[in-house]
Nanobody, 127 residues
Framework: QLQLVESGGGLVQPGGSLRLSCAASGFTLDYYAIGWFRQAPGKEREGVSCISGRGGRTNYADSVKGRATISRDNAKNAVYLQMNSLKPEDTGVYYC????????????????????WGKGTLVTVSS
């Protein structure tokens, strides 16, 4: 059974940091680009960051550039999102998603392009 499980969310004060993890089971992430998406209450789900299958390509939404770093460890079948200098507008449910890319080194922030989704982890940035 293909599964993505996010973890690492929680309550953090503005200016703080979080490291989100996305663990895959039932399949190997080597042939998948991974994206992190988030959805704030009342808003559409938006792409935050993505990373290609071998990690050679990354992309970030303008809203998180300079504050977020995406990385992956294919040996552990996991992808991470380090978020620093968190702002209240970063609040939302964060999802990881996988897109089959075979050997292609590219990734997408288009939520409609993804093949598999996790159930999300809640990040709340508040004092």
């Amino acid at each position: 059974q293909l599964q993505l499980v996010e973890s690492g969310g929680g309550l953090v004060q503005p200016g703080g940091s979080l490291r989100l993890s996305c663990a895959a089971s039932g399949f190997t992430l080597d042939y998948y680009a991974i994206g992190w998406f988030r959805q704030a209450p009342g808003k559409e789900r938006e792409g935050v960051s993505c990373i290609s299958g071998r990690g050679g390509r990354t992309n970030y939404a303008d809203s998180v550039k300079g504050r977020a770093t995406i990385s992956r460890d294919n040996a552990k079948n996991a992808v991470y999102l380090q978020m620093n200098s968190l702002k209240p507008e970063d609040t939302g449910v964060y999802y990881c998603a996988a897109k089959m890319t075979y050997h292609g080194e590219y990734c997408s922030l288009d939520r409609y392009a993804m093949d598999y989704w996790g159930k999300g982890t809640l990040v709340t940035v508040s004092s």
